[in-house]
């Protein structure tokens, strides 16, 4: 508790701890001296007076969550403010809440659509499904298979057949999911779950887990 | 502008089913009109539908031209610059003028999650519904409101770019906010996609409009703010125990690295055995409790000479741990006391059990504790198998609830590209595989979709089903064989062991090898035969992977149940129907030598297994055959297995109380060897896994045949077989049911208050006309839900309808629009920019 203390204002630990959608299962606290050990000479140990500080997409990147993820840069790039994979404690916070299992569902199928809405234009158009295919399969597919499977996605879950995935539609796809509804969703812990034991057996603290 | 697009919306939107027949009307109304638009592609009939409509073209324009400079906006100016001025809409690939695309892009539709704006209102709209619904019907407080956001939002007013209006919508959305419980505001703000700091700069201003409650810092006299921070002080530690507490979770790092490494279908093993060593626990728990410390606590003494312990006992259960607390006939038949002094139900000299010091007085006296062992036995197994019957229902019900939705699945391809990608996984080579699986499972869909039906001849038809038979004979035939098999060598041994029990010459230690001939055959079988039905099924090649994994879990399944029915049958009909046949004192104790005997060896093997089928046989394939992939893990077969010995250890609960404890081991050990097995010798299965369903499966196995089952054998024990005569808590009672019986009947003579407990017994327990009721109301609560539920369904469907049909309409809306606009302004893409930039000067 101590150090704690001097590093946030006590507002600051109070706010931090009401956003969060698992206020108990991510100790924050540890999540704050991840991002510190990432660059440990850039981060100040104080953030009573909120420093402005931005960790670049590299270090971000190079965490062993990320790492391997074909999707990193997409995950930097929704979480930062900036837009380009820089983030500040409150990004890397925000993204660690909407990743752990206990975020809400339709907060995590936000944030996977714009994940794989590459262009940013709020729609999940051809070129996106493209692209998150080839970043799925390492560009294995020929392209009439991509071709084929952007067809079929389009058919498949497209309900207002304008050619595009909204948020709608995303999310109508997904309530469809139950590996995604589970403790699934997306990132670290996008796995088709183990329904009944998901909380306890993803609630446990990310900083923890990944560690391992 | 926003009223011209939200109107017909409004229209379309649905408050609630009920009202499905009507929408659905105007719909076919309105499609009827758009085709016919649509092929005359009359303008003069379109005006006329846009009247019908409400909406006069003026307005539209009027409104358009009032809100062009509105939409000069960062998002808007972003998009522009990117696209520049014209630009081909995906929608109909058509060329879009300006205006039309501004208005486009004020739909509710679009400007979600675009801007903060969009957003606030959004989550403006779902507290206010919060609210109503808080205040109206408090019961849909569950109904899954926030499962499709946007269509709520389009009945506000949205004006993603106006910076004034934002602020007036957030503190509306404020407003709500503090209007709403603590917690439900809690749950809101969490559930909204802004960032951290926004969401707390929302939660502060929603608590401090408070005041008194949640004052600011600066404002609040020292002692209030001491309490503050005592409060956070506390909720900090609470959270810190509560995350303390998680990270003490079982084997979480470990599960964690398997699901790094091999992905969610191998960690279901891993957690399905987790769960199966709970239930054990709690096995141990409640006999440990209520059985074997009151009984260890006064041990009975037995005439019998002391056995010397060998070390053949742990294999075959029997010899020295014969007589103690392990089993069944080691418990009293008698009501233990306080003062150590078992008081006699009966005299029966054998059983006579001194304990020091003797004092009557206090035997009599008014607090003694007197622990009725009979009884807590009853109450004990039957309380243990209730409490572990509603867990495994809860639990299978909620693991229905997750993994089967209302909605048919269909669109696995999507679902397939979007929600595949397992996000535990981390390893590199992992990861590497896993985009190897999918790109395989993609081309296989592909595959199967792009010739859905191959139109196979007759012939090749008749071969396929002619190889299905075979295969389906093949493992029915030796399933069959294989009960057979058991059931003879069964008799054969029972009938060896009559004459060795006649034969006293034998040493005993040989007699008791013997027993475990039995166990180590059927492990055998238990073991060989799902590689032969595995030979078998790829033979048959199935099309789709998870028929083929349904057919093998079927197979392995209906082999497992029918070699247990033959041994239930050996336990259960021959020896506890004959026991002086074996010269038993007590076959109680026997059966659960037996099960003990049973659990090991299954062990035993699957400790072999592990070895030769699994480290031997990737050192084989990997030396001698120079092949690079490893054995892969057979998630089926093993939870089978598991299931298996939990069925052993259920069934056995009753005859030998320690009986979880061996499981418990049993579980703990296996969970490390075959973690170790698969870093060691595995790779992640190349077949897609279900993980969900499958989970849903396992349990619903492990309820279904195997804890029934043993649930059911368990209750034709108590109720219709005679306990043996000589030992055990049940002895000279016909079944083990009846004491349950005189207690109630002695309690109903002693206290004539009790007479309705009798009565109780009597008429509900006793009766199966209770049972007979009770069951048919469940059946029919459950047609009732199914009824519920296919219901949902069709309005589904029409929902889905409706749905596509309203993005025809939109379609057909903005191709309208398109046209006005063209109409009116031939030139329109310059006009924007001045007018824009004169409200902007006003603005200024």
């Known amino acids: 508790m101590g150090n704690k203390q001097t590093v946030f204002t006590a507002q600051q630990l109070d706010a931090y701890q009401d956003s969060n959608p698992q206020p108990m299962a991510v100790p924050w606290s540890r999540l704050f001296h991840r991002y510190r050990d990432l660059a440990p000479q850039l981060v100040p140990l104080d953030y009573t007076s909120k420093p402005d500080v931005k960790l670049p997409y590299e270090l971000i990147g190079s965490m062993p969550e990320l790492k391997d993820n074909p999707f990193r840069q997409r995950i930097a790039e929704v979480f930062s403010e900036d837009g380009e994979g820089n983030m500040t404690l409150d990004d890397f916070l925000d993204m660690f809440s909407v990743l752990s299992e206990m975020a809400p569902r339709d907060l995590k199928a936000y944030y996977a659509f714009k994940i794989y809405d590459f262009n940013n234009d709020d729609y999940i158009c051809k070129a996106d499904l493209e692209k998150t295919l080839n970043k799925l399969t390492r560009s294995e597919l020929t392209a009439e298979e991509v071709r084929m499977v952007c067809e079929k996605v389009m058919d498949e879950a497209d309900l207002d057949n304008d050619g595009r995935l909204s948020l709608e539609d995303f999310q109508h796809m997904i309530i469809r999911a139950p590996d995604f509804l589970r403790c699934s969703m997306h990132h670290i812990h996008l796995t088709s779950g183990t329904s009944y034991h998901c909380k306890r057996l993803c609630a446990a603290s990310p900083g923890q887990m990944w560690a391992s | 502008m926003a009223h011209s697009v939200s109107f017909d919306m409004r229209d379309l939107t649905l408050e609630s089913p009920v009202d499905e027949g009507v929408v659905h009307d105007s719909f076919s109304r309105l499609i009827e009109e758009q085709s016919q638009s649509l092929d005359k592609d009359d303008n003069g009939l379109e005006m006329q ?226 769960t199966l060593l709970l239930f054990n626990v709690f096995l141990v728990l409640i006999t440990g409790f209520f059985l074997v410390i009151p009984q260890a606590v006064h041990p009975s003494r037995r005439t019998g000479p002391a056995v010397a312990f060998t070390g053949l006992e742990l294999l075959t259960g029997g010899g020295y741990f014969t007589d103690s607390v392990m089993y069944y006939g080691y418990y009293a038949n008698s009501t233990l006391n306080g003062s150590c002094q078992p008081t006699r139900n009966n005299s029966r000299d054998s059983n006579r059990t001194d304990c020091s010091p003797k004092d009557p007085g206090d035997a009599g006296g008014g607090f003694h504790l007197s622990y009725n062992m009979p009884l807590a036995y009853f109450f004990t197994i039957g309380m243990a198998f209730f409490i572990t019957c509603i867990i495994l229902v809860y639990s299978m019900s909620k693991s229905f609830g997750q993994s089967f939705r209302v909605d048919k699945p269909q669109g696995s391809l999507a679902l397939k590209v979007f929600c595949s990608w397992d996000f535990k996984v981390m390893k590199k080579s992992s990861v590497k595989l896993q985009s190897e699986n ?395 920019t001045p007018l824009g930039s004169e409200r902007l000067d006003e603005n200024v």
């Open chain 2, 438 to 832: 999918i790109s395989t499972q993609l081309k296989e869909l592909l595959s199967e979709l792009s010739s859905p039906h191959e139109r196979k001849s007759v012939l090749q038809r008749l071969a396929r089903v002619s190889v299905h038979l075979l295969a389906w004979t093949m493992c029915v035939g030796s399933t069959a064989a294989v009960s057979f098999a058991v059931h003879y060598f069964s008799e054969y041994m029972h009938n060896d062991l009559k004459k060795r029990a006649d034969l006293t010459t034998q040493s005993p230690l040989e007699k008791e090898a013997s027993l475990l001939a039995l166990p180590v055959v059927v492990s055998g079988i238990n073991l060989l035969l799902p590689g032969f039905f595995n030979t078998v099924a790829w033979m048959e090649e199935y099309d789709s992977l998870s028929m083929h994994t349904h057919v093998a879990i079927f197979r392995n399944l209906m082999l497992k149940v029918s070699v247990l029915a033959v041994l239930c049958y050996h336990w259960l009909g021959r020896i506890a129907s004959n026991p002086p046949g074996l010269n038993l004192e007590c076959w109680e104790n026997f059966v659960g030598q037996e099960l003990y005997r049973f659990l090991l060896m299954d062990f035993i093997f699957t400790i072999l297994d592990t070895f030769f089928g699994e480290f031997l046989w990737k050192l084989f394939s990997q030396k001698a055959l120079k092949r690079k992939r490893k054995p892969v893990f057979d998630i089926a077969r093993n939870v089978l297995e598991l299931i298996y010995g939990q069925t052993l250890a259920w069934l056995g609960v009753l005859f030998a109380p320690l009986l979880p404890v061996v499981q418990v081991l049993k579980l703990l050990l296996l969970f490390y060897m075959k973690k170790a097995s698969l870093m060691l010798n595995c790779q992640a299965p190349r077949k897609p896994w279900r993980a969900s369903q499958m989970t849903t499966l396992f349990i619903s196995l492990l309820c279904f045949p195997s804890f029934v089952g043993a649930a059911v054998c368990v209750t034709y024990t108590m109720w219709s077989i005679k306990p043996s005569g000589h030992c055990g808590p049940f002895q000279n009672l016909t079944t083990m049911f009846q004491s349950g019986k005189r207690w109630v009947q002695e309690l109903a003579d002693n206290h004539p208050k009790m007479a309705w407990l009798a009565w109780m017994h009597t008429y509900l327990v006793e009766n199966p006309l209770f049972l007979f009721v009770a069951a048919g109301i469940f059946l029919v609560v459950i047609y009732f839900h199914t009824q519920v539920v296919d219901g949902q369904r069709k309005i589904i469907c029409l929902l889905q309808e409706q749905i596509e049909s309203e993005g025809e309409d939109k379609k057909f809306l903005i191709r309208r629009l398109q046209a006005i606009h063209e109409q009116r302004r031939p030139r329109p893409v310059q006009r924007p």
């Open chain 2, 49 to 274: 539908v846009l009247s019908e409509e409400d909406v006069s073209e003026e307005d539209l324009l009027e409104e358009d031209r009032d809100n062009v400079p509105y939409l000069v906006g960062s998002t808007w100016d972003r998009l522009e610059q990117e696209r520049g001025p014209e630009h081909t809409d995906p929608l109909t690939g058509e060329q879009w003028s300006n205006a039309t695309l501004k208005v486009l892009s004020s739909m509710p539709s679009r400007t979600i999650g675009r801007s903060r704006g969009a957003i606030l209102s959004q989550y403006y709209s779902r507290t206010l519904q919060l609210r109503r619904r808080r205040q109206s019907r408090p019961s849909l407080r569950d109904y899954p409101h926030s499962s499709r956001p946007s269509i709520r939002g389009y009945g506000v007013e949205i004006d993603a770019t106006d910076l004034g209006r934002e602020e007036c919508k957030k503190d509306k959305l404020v407003n709500n906010l503090q209007n709403l419980s603590v917690s439900d505001r809690t749950r809101v703000l969490k559930g909204m996609p802004l960032s951290l700091a926004e969401k707390s700069e929302l939660r502060k201003l929603a608590t401090s409009y408070k005041g008194a409650q949640m004052p600011y810092r600066g404002q609040i006299p020292c002692c209030s703010r001491l309490k503050y921070y005592i409060i956070i002080a506390l909720r900090h530690t609470w959270y810190s125990w509560l995350s303390f507490l998680l990270s003490l979770q079982l084997w979480q790092v470990a599960l964690k690295r398997v699901s790094g490494r091999f992905g969610t279908g191998v960690l279901s093993y891993f957690v399905f055995l987790r």
